[in-house]
């Protein structure tokens, strides 16, 4: 038991000797707008399932990267809808499709809801890519994303500060090479 403990211990000190907390915290905040940048944000999604209004809207078409792609990658549909007041409201979406079927290639325009804010209608989202409630919501994307996100960056940095770790051992070999010494890995026994 002492000599695992010990080994973990010895592993936590490794990548404690590469660990920069400011980078971690850098690179988890680029994930984080990264990916909710290109979809919505968890707080607009939450005000949308709780404060939400549906309209039918139209959607004209796509544009982004994938316009028109046959491949069901998220696409950014650009499309209008009308408050109860006639005004238009013209918006568009990265979502994946229009709704949660095999969805191929409309001909535009499609029809399809559009969750909104009423006291801001520029918040707006293709409601079929929404969460039906909050407990979907929350789990979907608080627990099953972050828990997701999270260990793939662990993993991720475990492998990088790993290869960090052997790269300070290789040029540390090199420099006493070029000072004349020789590092020589002896057994247990002989190092008594």
């Known amino acids: 038991m002492k000599k695992i403990k010990a080994q973990i211990l010895s592993f936590l000190k490794e990548i404690y000797s590469v660990w920069f907390p400011w980078l971690d915290i850098a690179i988890l905040a680029f994930i984080y707008f990264f990916l909710w940048g290109e979809h919505i944000d968890p707080y607009r999604h939450y005000q949308l399932i709780k404060h939400g209004e549906v309209a039918v809207g139209k959607i004209s078409g796509e544009s982004g990267l994938y316009e028109y792609s046959d491949h069901p990658r998220m696409r950014d549909f650009d499309y209008t809808f009308a408050l109860p007041d006639g005004k238009i409201i013209k918006s568009s979406s990265h979502t994946f499709t229009l709704d949660k079927k095999d969805w191929k ?63 300070r051992e290789e040029k540390r070999i090199k420099k006493l090479a070029k000072q004349g010494r020789i590092i020589i890995e002896l057994p247990k026994e002989q190092l008594n």
């Open 105 to 167: 290639k409309p001909t535009y325009p499609v029809i399809a809801e559009i969750s909104y804010l009423p006291y801001q209608p520029e918040i707006n989202w293709i409601k079929s890519d929404l969460s039906d409630n909050l407990g979907d919501f929350f789990y979907r994307n608080l627990i099953f994303g972050t828990s997701f996100i999270a260990m793939t960056y662990l993993i991720a940095m475990i492998v990088f500060r790993f290869s960090i770790l052997d790269y």
